[in-house]
């Protein structure tokens, strides 16, 4: 809910968000309602724009606010999933190394680039190419 009465006006997205999270203190629901519903304004407003189908405002703001709150039903995990996946990486005792490798492809250049980093078991960088 705002709580100011006064009109505000914004330069860009970005302020609108800063200002309803710091000034409004709005909780992430509602800025996930607000950037959602700027999607769609914007997906409207170029299917409008290429002639093409498109909603009127109040059916749109009724279809984002049913897509958020389906999304959080479907997407809420319980404890139980949740405690099932979370595991930290752990120390090792051993006298061990473990290799980190990333790889980087560059279609337009037909180039790619291959990253290696190798840490003791303290987590200390022992080696590196790239």
Not at 43 to 49: G, H, L, S
């Amino acid at each position: 809910m705002i709580k100011s009465q006064h009109t505000v006006q914004f330069q860009n997205f970005k302020d609108l968000l800063w200002f309803l999270w710091d000034t409004q203190q709005c909780n992430d629901d509602a800025l996930s309602l607000a950037t959602s519903i700027a999607w769609a304004m914007w997906i409207r407003r170029n299917q409008k724009r290429n002639g093409k189908k498109f909603v009127t405002n109040p059916l749109l703001v009724q279809w984002v606010g049913q897509f958020s709150s389906d999304f959080r039903v479907v997407n809420v995990k319980s404890p139980l999933e949740f405690a099932k996946y979370s595991q930290a990486w752990k120390l090792h005792t051993d006298a061990v190394f473990k290799v980190n490798v990333d790889v980087a492809t560059f279609s337009s250049q037909r180039m790619c680039g291959v990253g290696v980093a190798i840490r003791d078991e303290k987590g200390l960088v022992v080696g590196a190419l790239s």
